[in-house]
């Protein structure tokens, strides 16, 4: 897959890092200098530019891009200002960050619906579920093993634990799954909640909006949700 990632400072540069170590092809942006000679070895790409700046913006291959992800997120004006012009130009699928409540408010005002917390969230994890198709969580065990929690793929939707042959085809294991169901508050309004369903079982069907939470060797986790 193919990213931009704009801001190479504590979250965006280890994350360009890990997508390029994972095979990807990431342009990385910062308007320091220094930090673009200092990444250049170990991203695929590098440029110093102002991001919020329209006419240099276009010259990016935007329409060959996957995701953008505005990484930098302390000058808050900035990031309101970059993530809107990357919007404007309606890239594939936008991420940006937010440092406090009132910018994820402003955020959410333009558009935004994907948002990144790295002071909650690490690099690592999101490398993860931005290589993993359909991924809605992830929990690394080790450097080569995880559990996910991802959405179901529609050729297994109303399909069995058993008809879909996770250990025979993915060698990967499927734990338990999450249902998603609307209830109404005390006060009469209604709220969205998730429902873990215990240990599963190879009768178990899995429906459209059900979560699957399986555990496998990353590799394998990949092939599964790549597929």
Not at 73 to 84: H, I, K, R, S, Y
Not at 128 to 147: G, H, M, R, Y
Request: glycine content about 6%.
């Amino acid at each position: 897959m193919k990213y931009i990632i704009v801001g190479l400072g504590n979250f965006g540069a280890p994350l360009a890092e890990k997508l390029t170590a994972q095979g990807n092809e990431v342009i990385g942006i910062d308007n320091n200098m220094a930090k673009v000679d200092l990444y250049k070895e170990r991203i695929s790409h590098t440029i110093c530019m102002d991001a919020t700046d329209e006419s240099t913006v276009s010259g990016l291959p935007l329409n060959d891009t996957d995701i953008v992800i505005i990484a930098f997120g302390q000058d808050q004006g900035a990031n309101v200002m970059t993530t809107a012009l990357f919007k404007n130009f309606q890239v594939k699928r936008l991420i940006s960050r937010a440092i406090n409540p009132l910018h994820e408010k402003v955020l959410n005002a333009i558009g935004i619906e994907e948002i990144v917390h790295p002071e909650e969230e690490s690099a690592e994890r999101w490398a993860k579920k931005l290589c993993l198709t359909n991924v809605v969580d992830s929990f690394e065990l080790s450097n080569d093993f995880s559990i996910i929690e991802v959405s179901i793929p529609k050729k297994y939707i109303g399909k069995s634990i058993r008809e879909m042959q996770l250990r025979r085809k993915y060698n990967i294991l499927a734990l338990t799954t999450i249902k998603k169901t609307t209830v109404k508050t005390i006060v009469g309004k209604t709220k969205n909640e998730e429902k873990v369903q215990g240990v599963i079982s190879p009768n178990t069907v899995l429906y459209e909006n059900d979560i699957l939470v399986i555990y496998g060797a990353n590799r394998d986790l990949r092939n599964f949700t790549n597929q």
